[in-house]
Antibody, heavy 119, light 107 residues
Framework: QVQLVQSGSEVKKPGASVKVSCKAS????????INWVRQAPGQGLEWMGI????????WYAQKLQGRVTMTRDTSTSTVYMELSSLTFEDTAAYYCARASQLYDPFDIWGQGTMVTVSS | DIQMTQSPSTLSASIGDRVTITCRASQSISNWLAWYQQKPGKAPKLLIYKASNLESGVPSRFSGSGSGTEFTLTISSLQPDDFATYYC?????????FGQGTKVEIK
């Protein structure tokens, strides 16, 4: 079945970086975009950016420009999201989510990865 | 960035009730709007796309309407599985902003 499986939870110190993976299966990896969305505890959803697995092009939310990097490995059908210079405000559940086109809604979601920033 | 405002923030309802959630955009987004359902500890689930199109597998008691700046999500007869938080999201511009969410609680 079509699914996105994310890596496990992480605990990081302020100033560190975190890299979360999202492995796709059940569909043609290069035919769908992958978005990243985060949700701080008890808060709403925030779009972080999107990657085109076909060519690797990326588009990032203005707020996170310079701190977020999205990459992909076509040999393993995996997308990665790396966030640097972590602060306590980056504590959140991070989700990857599939979209058919650049400006399409997100039809398949990963299970989420909790990233906790703690000293 | 386009701002999305949902109302109400919380809604208390009973099984069988008709429930309506509103989402307003700060500028026209045509019909580039989606609705999601999220349960605690789970990823969101797509319900409606392009304002009024039901995603495959979603029960027909869910419906969406609207265009421009005002949109609604309606649950025609609330079921036990529907108690959750609902989010709208716009796709008209780069920011792909979400509304702040509407929590549907048991009355």
């Amino acid at each position: 079945q079509v699914q996105l499986v994310q890596s496990g939870s992480e605990v990081k110190k302020p100033g560190a970086s975190v890299k979360v993976s999202c492995k796709a299966s059940g569909y043609t990896f290069s035919s769908f975009y992958i978005n990243w969305v985060r949700q701080a505890p008890g808060q709403g959803l925030e779009w972080m950016g999107i990657i085109n697995p076909s060519g690797g092009s990326t588009w990032y939310a203005q707020k996170l420009q310079g701190r977020v990097t999205m990459t992909r490995d076509t040999s393993t059908s995996t997308v990665y999201m790396e966030l640097s210079s972590l602060t306590f405000e980056d504590t959140a559940a991070y989700y990857c989510a599939r979209a058919s086109q650049l400006y399409d809604p997100f039809d398949i979601w990963g299970q989420g990865t909790m990233v906790t920033v703690s000293s | 960035d386009i701002q999305m405002t949902q109302s109400p923030s919380t809604l208390s309802a009973s099984i069988g009730d008709r429930v309506t959630i509103t989402c307003r955009a700060s500028q026209s987004i045509s019909n580039w709007l989606a609705w999601y359902q999220q349960k605690p500890g789970k990823a969101p689930k797509l319900l409606i796309y392009k304002a009024s199109n039901l995603e495959s597998g979603v029960p027909s008691r869910f419906s969406g309407s609207g265009s421009g700046t005002e949109f609604t999500l309606t649950i025609s007869s609330l079921q036990p599985d529907d108690f959750a938080t609902y989010y709208c999201q716009q796709f008209n511009d780069y920011s792909r902003t979400f509304g702040q969410g509407t929590k549907v609680e048991i009355k």
